[in-house]
């Protein structure tokens, strides 16, 4: 398949490599950055674009892969090529690219990416939805080419999953930045939490979270928590995050 790609930040640059790797032609890199397009299109061999007026109209899908805000503007400028729209968002609806195409749909990964980070995109879930059955037929059909886990999800369904995200991935990993400061505040190494880190990881890839909650709240140890919040008091947000969050626990458990 023909794909240009719009954007060339970390979800387009995994994106453009899966495909590239998986056989198709990446006509196209857009990005207004000059220089960022030049980089991931050279990496995929497509030609590098900064302007949207030197789009190549002769592909079979545009990608968007960009900031939430910038998605409609995008979808609004390409509409006039007439050819498949797809957008990467976990939060933007597919109605925000029917207003300008009939031609649309959804190609959301739902995954965490870094640019200077590998991973296996065979394991990406990738959750798809089409303006019409004959639309997310292609879109799932492009999938499979690149990921083993393919997803019919709509816009309602996908909307919940990335607040599930944001709860099982950004929310904690803010929490290992505050772990950390506490740690370098009283001269402790990070990396003695890592292997802790990884096992409680691997435990939910075996088990739902609830049967393997550990630690003072889940066993109601008031006199330890009592002892943590004097440690933070010093930190009004960490001691009252501390205290939502146990009190959350504790009810989780009953």
Do not use: W
């Amino acid at each position: 398949m023909r794909i240009t790609i719009i954007g060339s930040g970390n979800v387009a640059t995994h994106l453009a490599a899966a495909f590239k790797n998986a056989g198709h032609n990446i006509v196209q890199v857009y990005s207004r950055n000059m220089q960022h397009a030049a980089l991931l299109a050279y990496h995929v061999k497509a030609e590098p674009v900064n302007n949207l007026d030197a789009i190549n109209p002769h592909t079979d899908i545009f990608i968007i892969s960009v900031n939430d805000d910038a998605i409609g503007m995008l979808a609004e400028k390409l509409a006039k090529y007439g050819r498949l729209i797809a957008h990467t968002s976990g939060a933007t609806s597919l109605q925000d690219l029917l207003i300008y195409t009939p031609e649309a749909g959804v190609f959301y990964p739902l995954q965490t990416f870094s640019k200077t980070r590998e991973l296996d995109f065979r394991k990406v879930p990738l959750c798809i939805e089409g303006a019409t059955e004959e639309i997310t037929g292609k879109l799932t059909e492009l999938a499979q080419t690149v990921s083993n886990y393919v997803y019919r999800v709509d816009s309602e369904q996908r909307k919940i999953l990335h607040l599930a995200a944001v709860f099982a991935c950004n929310f904690p990993n803010y929490l290992y930045y505050a772990a950390g400061e506490l740690l370098q505040q009283h001269k402790l190494d990070f990396d003695m939490l890592r292997p802790l880190i990884l096992e409680t990881a691997e435990k939910v890839q075996e088990h739902l979270p609830a049967g393997v909650q550990t630690g003072p709240a889940i066993r109601n140890d008031t006199k330890t928590m009592a002892a943590h919040l004097q440690l933070l008091s010093d930190n009004a947000g960490l001691q009252s995050l501390y205290r939502q969050l146990s009190q959350l626990i504790i009810k989780m458990d009953k």
